[in-house]
């Protein structure tokens, strides 16, 4: 499979998680979009890891290149778990606080 | 056209089609469970390209804990689709257009690149084994791996000291 499928289909979810950023008003679903953009960079440092192993493997057949860029997308997925659980936390705190999820009601970050 | 391709393609349609659906939905209980199953086409994806650790830490973690965390929160808030406040007309369609603008953007500028005579390699190669990546991941990246673990503790107290109620 050429590389270019796996660019076009990872900048086109990266653009859907974009477009529901900027047309959402809801901070969960915004949330959500910023979790679309992130996996969508996920898939493409895989797809790039692949590749370099293949051009790698013309030149030594027991290479193993390509294994730290797994490895990176490992070390994101840890820091997306931890992003989320703090994130959730300050949405809860402030629906708590102003009974709302609505982003243009925070713009000024104070109630 | 081989298996591989079809289920690359069948796979891309349904990432893409799961993840406009998640901004189309009006409910968010909808777009959580429309998240999940995108979640379910990038495990396919990664299953695809041999990298089976990341399929599956992709499910546990993403489809599974993440998701959960998202479905509770949108439960305990009561949310559902006449609460959620509307943008208007004009500043959805800027929004749409930008975001259009973006993609238009950068396949014109990938659309020619070198790069377009590399190939992924698909269903085969050992990388992505749970064995290899174990290998470096503790010979090599064992600092960061333990360094994550202070950063789930402090994630951990920072959710609770928000969380908490009263101040």
Excluded at chain 1, 11 to 38: D, K, S
Excluded at chain 1, 76 to 84: D, Q, T
Excluded at chain 2, 28 to 54: C, D, E, K, M
Aim: aromatic share 10%; with cysteine.
């Amino acid at each position: 499979m050429p590389i270019n499928y796996y660019i076009f289909l990872a900048v086109a979810l990266f653009c859907i998680g974009v477009v529901g950023v900027l047309t959402r008003r809801n901070a969960i679903i915004i949330f959500m979009c910023i979790e679309l953009m992130l996996n969508a960079v996920n898939l493409l440092l895989i797809a790039f890891s692949k590749m370099h192993h293949l051009s790698a493997l013309a030149l030594d057949a027991q290479t193993k290149a390509g294994t730290e860029a797994q490895l990176f997308v490992f070390f994101i997925m840890v820091v997306a778990a931890a992003e989320v659980s703090v994130g959730l936390a300050i949405i809860v705190m402030m629906y708590r606080n102003i009974h709302s999820v609505d982003v243009n009601f925070l713009n000024r970050l104070k109630h | 056209m081989s298996i591989t391709a079809v289920l690359f393609f069948f796979l891309s349609a349904l990432a893409l089609g799961s993840a406009l659906m998640v901004i189309f939905s009006k409910n968010p209980v909808h777009s959580v469970l429309w998240l999940i199953a995108t979640f379910f086409a990038i495990s396919g994806h990664y299953i695809l390209l041999n990298a089976q650790f990341l399929a599956i830490v992709n499910l546990i973690v993403y489809a599974g804990a993440i998701m959960v965390l998202f479905l509770f929160v949108i439960m305990l808030m009561n949310l559902n689709a006449d609460t959620e406040p509307q943008k208007n007309k004009w500043l959805k369609m800027a929004g749409a257009v930008a975001g259009g603008c973006l993609l238009l953007v950068l396949v014109g500028a990938l659309r020619d690149t070198e790069i377009r005579t590399h190939a992924v390699q698909m269903k085969d190669g050992n990388i992505g084994l749970i064995h290899n990546l174990g290998m470096v991941l503790f010979k090599e990246y064992v600092i960061p791996f333990e360094i994550s673990s202070v950063l789930f503790l402090s994630a951990m107290v920072g959710a609770v000291v928000i969380g908490k109620k009263g101040d």
